[in-house]
């Protein structure tokens, strides 16, 4: 006998299927993550506990930025922790030694892991000697010619451009300072040569501030074009000493070891004269690192007969050689030398010009 089923009855049983298959298939991944984390638990029961590392984790990931700086100020400070423990370990273990300690190992730096120039200069390379016998210095270096210098600037110059312009020539003996007065530098050359200057410096501004410098040498050349950067005058400068005295100063030339460097290096030094005054204890240094020219200008103190004390005068101030060319100044039709092509020359952090 057939059992008529009631639509409503048929209705309920078809929403029940319809319940179970959807819990099953949100309970699934569940399932199969459990199944995962139990086979990463055998897994990792089996791999010794040297070989079972922690996972990885990013500071860049935390999105908080007030967050993320602190964790990456306390990591910085928890690795400089270690390195200054490690250093320590390393000085007991030498002093525990003594003579048989092994030598300290070299810092690799980017000067050392400098790329070899093939123009790095020989100081006793005949050619070199030869060089300098005849090029546009010879003449300064053989005592034939005394260094007389023109300083002037750009049109208009402005109050900051003018000091810096008028310490140099405290720090350069027998330095002129003249205002440019709208004049064009092939006009004002040939009137230095008849004055019997050996240089010219021009001194650029942008903006208020020196940023340039036109270096000629007379009545030959060669003319180099330097970018100015970090200019400190006197005033700005803490723990100064008294202003210069009118000696002449000795003068340092450090790390200008390739041919251009030796050309550069020979240009700075043909501003001073040939005898310093040693009586002044003054010294201008033309400090090269990384193709950067760093001046400074020093007085030095015998406190004792080991000791000695050294005090900045000022001005300071960074160079970066943009170009040399041949001759005096010309921009049109002047031969160039060297010219600084950024993208081209600057493909290596390793490789220097200088």
């Given at each position: 006998m057939?059992v008529?089923?009631q639509?409503?009855?048929?209705?309920?049983?078809k929403?029940?299927?319809?319940k179970?298959?959807?819990?099953k298939?949100?309970?699934k991944?569940?399932?199969q993550?459990?199944?995962?984390?139990?086979?990463k638990?055998s897994?990792?029961?089996?791999?010794?506990?040297?070989?079972?590392?922690p996972?990885t984790?990013?500071?860049?990931e935390?999105?908080?930025?007030?967050?993320r700086?602190?964790?990456?100020m306390?990591?910085?400070?928890?690795?400089?922790?270690?390195?200054?423990?490690?250093?320590?370990?390393r000085?007991?273990?030498?002093?525990?030694l003594?003579?048989?300690?092994?030598?300290?190992?070299?810092?690799?730096?980017i000067?050392?892991?400098r790329v070899?120039?093939?123009?790095?200069?020989?100081?006793?390379d005949?050619?070199?000697?030869?060089d300098?016998?005849?090029?546009?210095?010879?003449?300064?270096?053989?005592?034939?010619?005394?260094?007389?210098v023109?300083?002037t600037?750009?049109?208009?110059?402005?109050g900051?451009?003018?000091?810096?312009?008028?310490?140099?020539?405290?720090?350069?003996?027998?330095?002129h300072?003249?205002y440019r007065?709208g004049?064009?530098?092939?006009?004002?050359?040939p009137?230095?040569?008849a004055?019997d200057f050996?240089?010219?410096?021009?001194?650029n501004?942008?903006?208020?501030?020196p940023n340039g410098?036109v270096l000629?040498?007379?009545p030959?050349?060669?003319?180099a074009?330097?970018?100015?950067?970090?200019?400190?005058l006197r005033?700005?400068?803490?723990?100064?000493g008294?202003?210069?005295?009118?000696?002449?100063?000795?003068v340092?030339?450090n790390?200008?070891?390739?041919?251009l460097g030796?050309s550069i290096g020979?240009?700075?030094?043909a501003l001073?004269?040939?005898d310093?005054?040693f009586?002044g204890r003054?010294?201008?240094?033309?400090?090269?690192?990384?193709?950067f020219?760093?001046?400074?200008?020093?007085?030095y103190?015998?406190?004792?007969e080991?000791r000695?004390?050294?005090?900045?005068l000022?001005?300071r101030f960074?160079l970066?050689?943009?170009?040399?060319?041949?001759?005096?100044?010309d921009s049109?039709f002047?031969?160039?030398?060297?010219v600084?092509k950024?993208?081209?020359?600057d493909s290596?952090r390793r490789?220097?010009?200088l």
């Amino acid at each position: 006998m057939d059992v008529e089923v009631q639509p409503e009855l048929q209705d309920k049983s078809k929403k029940q299927k319809k319940k179970m298959k959807h819990l099953k298939k949100r309970d699934k991944p569940k399932e199969q993550a459990i199944e995962k984390d139990v086979v990463k638990e055998s897994t990792t029961a089996d791999i010794p506990p040297e070989l079972a590392f922690p996972p990885t984790f990013s500071v860049s990931e935390i999105k908080n930025k007030q967050r993320r700086h602190f964790m990456f100020m306390k990591y910085k400070q928890e690795k400089r922790k270690e390195q200054l423990a490690l250093k320590k370990k390393r000085k007991k273990e030498r002093d525990a030694l003594g003579d048989k300690a092994p030598p300290k190992a070299v810092p690799k730096t980017i000067e050392n892991q400098r790329v070899y120039d093939e123009t790095t200069v020989d100081p006793e390379d005949e050619e070199v000697a030869f060089d300098e016998g005849t090029d546009e210095f010879s003449a300064y270096f053989n005592k034939l010619t005394n260094p007389k210098v023109l300083i002037t600037t750009s049109d208009r110059p402005r109050g900051r451009t003018v000091r810096f312009c008028e310490q140099l020539a405290t720090v350069i003996p027998d330095a002129h300072v003249y205002y440019r007065r709208g004049l064009a530098l092939k006009k004002v050359i040939p009137q230095c040569i008849a004055r019997d200057f050996t240089y010219l410096m021009v001194i650029n501004e942008d903006r208020k501030v020196p940023n340039g410098l036109v270096l000629c040498h007379l009545p030959d050349g060669p003319t180099a074009h330097f970018k100015v950067s970090s200019v400190r005058l006197r005033k700005e400068m803490k723990r100064r000493g008294k202003d210069p005295t009118e000696h002449s100063p000795e003068v340092i030339l450090n790390n200008f070891t390739t041919r251009l460097g030796h050309s550069i290096g020979r240009l700075f030094a043909a501003l001073f004269p040939h005898d310093p005054h040693f009586v002044g204890r003054q010294v201008a240094t033309f400090h090269n690192q990384r193709d950067f020219i760093f001046f400074r200008f020093h007085r030095y103190i015998f406190k004792n007969e080991k000791r000695v004390g050294i005090q900045e005068l000022g001005p300071r101030f960074t160079l970066k050689l943009r170009s040399l060319q041949k001759g005096t100044f010309d921009s049109k039709f002047g031969e160039y030398e060297w010219v600084h092509k950024r993208h081209e020359m600057d493909s290596s952090r390793r490789k220097f010009h200088l």
